[in-house]
């Protein structure tokens, strides 16, 4: 029924020549490439603890989805049906297994907290959260590179995680002993998880004696998880010791640093890090040294840059008023 599915979405495409193709791409784009930022501005600018939910849902679920990926080994559906031919590059740009689908998780772990965190406050924000994430998951079946069930797993998974992390975040409150226990085990986690899926057995199918997937290709995303995960822990334990970052609202420069701190993230992560890790390690480890150097950047050295420039200037305006 889910490779029916995908065909009938496959001809209502040919149907309307097409012209839906870019914009559900689009969709699919945001989540994975522009909404993984917005973490960073709400640590740096508007609430320091959604922030830190923010960024462990994204980077939790991205672990979280590379051990069921990697555990249930499902090929696309292009492998399974020769009939289904993806939209565009989508063929070329989908990584990793099938199920669940990396891009819903994305979609879900940021436009899911953007609805708890605005739902009181502004509903209208928390509806359009709400509908961006039924469009993205929907366009990953439009566009032919998922199945309905790899969509609405990823979906419920990462809804799961981000209710799992906001209770533990209100029941830790900020207790330091408790956060040290937790950043413990998120590191054994971490490592567990790399053991897991480096040595777990993989299917090895061969067409024409061509490897249909190779397993070591499809760890990259997961070891990327486990980096961006392991950084935010330590980096969120040196900022919590000692930088004790605190948002210098009053500053008229921070809208500034924001600005230039989001610009080092983005170049980091989509050229420099790769240029310069994964060439130098590979792509297992340069993924994952490259993801924790950017999370660190994120809650520990960013923010410390921000709290000597611009939360000094904050305080001298306060002090002549």
């Not at 609430?47 to 979280?64: C, H, N």
């Not at 609805?115 to 993205?136: E, P, V």
Request: with cysteine; glycine share 10%; net charge positive.
């Amino acid at each position: 029924m889910d490779i029916q599915y995908l065909l009938f979405l496959q001809n209502l495409r040919g149907a309307t020549g097409g012209v839906f193709n870019e914009f559900f791409n689009a969709l699919s784009k945001i989540a994975v490439d522009v909404m993984i930022f917005l973490p960073y501005l709400i640590f740096w600018c508007v609430d320091k603890g959604w922030g830190y939910r923010f960024m462990t849902s994204i980077w939790g679920g991205e672990v979280l989805n590379g051990i069921v990926k990697l555990t249930v080994c499902a090929y696309r559906p292009w492998i399974r049906s020769e009939l289904i031919e993806p939209a565009g590059d989508s063929k070329t740009a989908a990584t990793g297994y099938s199920f669940p689908s990396g891009h819903t998780m994305c979609a879900t772990a940021t436009y899911g907290n953007v609805f708890l965190w605005q739902y009181k406050k502004r509903r209208w924000l928390a509806i359009l959260s709400c509908i961006a994430i039924i469009l993205t998951g929907f366009s990953r079946n439009f566009l032919g590179v998922h199945t309905p069930q790899d969509v609405l797993v990823s979906f419920i998974e990462t809804s799961i995680l981000i209710l799992v992390i906001g209770f533990v975040a209100e029941k830790i409150n900020g207790d330091e002993k408790k956060l040290r226990i937790l950043s413990v085990i998120g590191v054994v986690a971490v490592i567990g998880t790399i053991i897991y899926i480096v040595f777990k057995p993989y299917p090895m199918d061969y067409v024409d004696g061509v490897l249909l997937v190779d397993p070591a290709k499809m760890m990259n995303d997961c070891f990327k998880g486990c980096g961006g995960l392991l950084g935010l822990i330590v980096g969120s334990y040196i900022e919590r010791n000692h930088i004790h970052y605190e948002i210098p609202k009053g500053s008229d420069t921070l809208p500034l640093y924001a600005g230039i701190g989001l610009g080092i993230a983005l170049a980091w992560n989509q050229y420099m890090g790769s240029a310069i890790f994964v060439t130098a390690f590979g792509d297992h480890v340069g993924r994952l040294v490259s993801a924790f150097i950017l999370t660190m950047f994120t809650v520990a050295l960013w923010p410390f840059i921000i709290m000597k420039y611009a939360g000094n200037k904050a305080s001298q305006a306060k002090e002549n008023v």
